[in-house]
T-cell receptor, first 113, second 112 residues
Framework: TQLLEQSPQFLSIQEGENLTVYCNSS?????LQWYRQEPGEGPVLLVT?????EVKKLKRLTFQFGDARKDSSLHITAAQTGDTGLYLC?????????????FGGGTRVLVKP | NAGVTQTPKFQVLKTGQSMTLQCAQD?????MSWYRQDPGMGLRLIHY???????DQGEVPNGYNVSRSTTEDFPLRLLSAAPSQTSVYFC???????????FGDGTRLSIL
């Protein structure tokens, strides 16, 4: 069982539709990041959310950090084919034994023309 | 504007062979890290460094060594390759804390 569970694992939609990807945990994170990864490339950082309840917008992408800082969501409005990719969330914990960054398993998004 | 550069891009090894995956960044980032990515498992941290001369283990360090003699370079060494180490390896760097803000394009490694 992963510390960060992403759902769904795979999502296929038509261009112009909306979609939401979820990142959930039973643990509290001091902050959370979202990345997008395209085939053959490394992940690209989209956003970092730090405050519980925080909402950040990046053009058609809206990111929300849960009030309890245990979960996050990524919503894409009017998806475009260029939004196709693997979306990864990563949670950061500050611990006495050492800080820890944990990635979720990813959500693969396919936007069809 | 190179960012994080990884070499080689592809490598095939036989079980028991050793090799070094290279990683260099030109952004003067203090933090560098190595991850492996396996299907459905996201990225798992192998080793990381918060500055030259300082390294520490991540989640899956067994079978790998690292060193950080300069700010720019952070090589990953496989001591005796095993089929379980077949994966895609990513190097990342960041400015503060433990943020992997920039990733390389990965090294695809197959162990036969």
């Amino acid at each position: 069982t992963q510390l960060l569970e992403q759902s769904p694992q795979f999502l296929s939609i038509q261009e112009g539709e909306n979609l939401t990807v979820y990142c959930n945990s039973s643990s509290v994170f001091s902050s959370l990041q979202w990345y997008r990864q395209e085939p053959g490339e490394g992940p690209v950082l989209l956003v970092t959310v730090v405050t519980g309840g925080e909402v950040k917008k990046l053009k058609r992408l809206t990111f929300q950090f849960g009030d309890a800082r245990k979960d996050s969501s990524l919503h894409i409005t009017a998806a475009q084919t260029g939004d196709t990719g693997l979306y990864l969330c990563a949670g950061f914990m500050i611990k006495a034994a050492g800080n820890k960054l944990t990635f979720g398993g990813g959500t693969r998004v396919l936007v069809k023309p | 504007n190179a960012g994080v550069t990884q070499t080689p891009k592809f490598q095939v090894l036989k079980t028991g062979q050793s090799m070094t995956l290279q990683c260099a960044q030109d952004m003067n980032h203090e933090y560098m890290s190595w991850y492996r990515q396996d299907p459905g498992m996201g990225l798992r941290l192998i080793h990381y460094s918060v500055g030259a001369g300082i390294t520490d283990q991540g989640e899956v360090p067994n079978g790998y060594n690292v060193s950080r003699s300069t700010t720019e370079d952070f090589p990953l060494r496989l001591l005796s390759a095993a089929p379980s180490q077949t994966s895609v390896y990513f190097c990342a760097s960041g400015q503060q804390g433990l943020w992997p803000q920039h990733f390389g394009d990965g090294t695809r490694l197959s162990i036969l």
